[in-house]
């Protein structure tokens, strides 16, 4: 570990010149909470379980510097009690069940702008709570064909991150990401209805994709080969839960299970 004694810069960019065109495999798992109005309590509804296939690359353009990441991203809602993955669930007693939509996004990709953050003298790490609030106009809020799958005109939440950044040789505790989100457009709840949800997860990256939730990699072997490896270059446009929705809503309709079998 480096001396103690002094402060102790990091760069955000020494990660990508240290794994440069690398594939890298992150393992995230958590558990979804809801409350179906603001008065009620939080209720553990899932378990999720998920991973990102990942390489980053240190590039140089007219500024200097950056750094570039694709991933392909996958989450799973898990039954709480047995961890299997859930395809069809019934949201209430009264109402049909309807087919699970996962976090599936084949490529979110972008560029990281250099940043150098100082670790104080004494720590060996240095904590960093990243709170991201979202409002805007909600995407399906305009076609009425998506009524009964929209929350309002307006999605609000907030997105939290906690890292850390760390000495050589210094060991920090596990990063965890949060997000306080209105209910998820497959569950079907109706236009308006207020039910909120909680994701609270923890993020480990693992030497190997065998590493991963092993549900998770049957899936992925199943049904979704091409998210166990990490393209060096694509211009496929980012992918969001909302355009996954969308793009498979007839699927979604008809009761066909999730995810949706992709190539490349």
């Avoid at 810069?9 to 065109?21: A, T």
């Avoid at 353009?61 to 039954?79: M, P, S, T, V």
């Avoid at 994701?199 to 049904?223: C, G, H, S, W, Y």
């Avoid at 980012?238 to 498979?248: G, P």
Wanted: net charge negative; with cysteine.
């Amino acid at each position: 570990m480096s001396d103690l004694a002094n402060a102790y810069d990091v760069s955000n960019l020494g990660f990508y010149r240290q794994y440069h065109g690398q594939q890298l495999y992150y393992r995230w798992e958590g558990t979804v909470w809801w409350r179906l109005s603001p008065e009620d309590p939080l209720e553990r509804v899932f378990a999720i379980a998920g991973m990102n296939a990942t390489k980053v690359f240190l590039c140089s353009g007219a500024k200097g510097e950056y750094g570039h990441r694709i991933n392909r991203e996958l989450g799973l809602y898990c039954d709480l009690a047995t961890g299997d993955v859930l395809t069809h669930w019934q949201p209430f007693p009264d109402q049909p069940p309807v087919s699970v939509v996962p976090i599936a996004n084949r490529v979110v990709q972008g560029d990281v702008s250099p940043k150098t953050t100082q670790i104080p003298a004494g720590e060996p790490y240095l904590k960093k709570v990243q709170e991201i609030p979202l409002t805007y106009p909600h995407p399906l809020a305009a076609d009425p064909k998506y009524r009964d799958h929209c929350p309002g005109d307006t999605f609000q939440g907030t997105e939290y991150f906690t890292t850390y950044g760390t000495r050589p040789g210094a060991t920090a505790p596990t990063p965890l990401w949060a997000r306080d989100c209105p209910w998820l457009p497959w569950m079907k709840l109706g236009y308006g209805h207020p039910a909120r949800l909680r994701f609270e997860t923890t993020i480990q990256r693992v030497d190997r994709f065998a590493d991963l939730n092993p549900k998770l990699i049957e899936v992925i072997r199943q049904r979704v080969p091409i998210y166990e490896h990490t393209p060096d270059a694509t211009d496929e446009p980012n992918v969001t839960s909302t355009t996954y929705f969308k793009q498979y809503f007839e699927a979604y309709q008809s009761g066909e299970t999730f995810p949706i079998r992709e190539t490349e």
